[in-house]
């Protein structure tokens, strides 16, 4: 999918003969409805770049998106109760991210001025993952793990739009050029079809949260002594659709100056 957005990237900037910006931002995704039940803001780090059509005047600009986040990540000790009643007791870590590749399209209000205040739209996906690692008991007789780390992920599509203003950084900071840094700040919606994903909040076995849409996630263990393969759960995978409000900001870098 990077592989996709960046050749689409690379076909806008040779095709529309337009200048080009790229932008580093870091972002806080406040979850809405049923999936902000569930889990805690995700913290993001993001890279994008977009050209400004020479066409539109230079003031409709298309690109991508690409952003890194995490929303938990915890360790607590578990105890696994097995069928015969013998219990493990072993820490576990769990560590939750969410992915965004998104294509991009927007239009700026204004040119060439200090403050630029612009719209823009996004398609593409998300991922969720959840990186699960189960330490080996320090024991010779309980059960253990087969597979010390595991990871749950899944895809679902996502799109949004937003609003925000770029401040052209010469205004604020000496020395750099007019035009060719901007402060940007942004507002976006984001949201999507329905995804799994594991319940951070409620991991206890038996510990249900709002969303009654859950399922059980089951590693395997094997008992040392008798060499039987059986499962325990280490958490709960919820289902909602993806529904976040995001609050950016960041530095956005013009090649090519500004154009009349």
Known sequence: MRSVLLLLLTLFATVAKAQFEM??????????????????????FEITGYSRIKAADRRLFAGAEISFGEYAHKSQETTFISEDGSATTTTVDFSSSVRNYHAIAGYHFTKCTAIVPYVI???????????????????????HPLEARNLFCDVAFSGGLGAGVKIDASKVFKNWGRGRSWLDLS???LYGSQIDYVNIKYLAPGQEGPNRQTKELNVQFIDITTQYIHEHQVA??????????????GIVKTFGGCRN
């Open 23 to 44: 932008g580093i931002h870091y972002f806080v995704s406040a979850p809405l409805g049923v999936i902000g039940q569930n889990i805690q803001p995700v913290h993001n």
């Open 187 to 189: 507002a976006n919606y």
């Open 236 to 249: 709960q995978v919820y289902t909602s659709s993806i529904n976040f409000l995001d609050f950016k900001v």
């Open 121 to 143: 739209i996004k398609a593409g996906i998300s991922n969720f993952n959840t990186s699960i690692f189960i330490e080996d008991p320090d024991d010779h007789h309980s059960c």
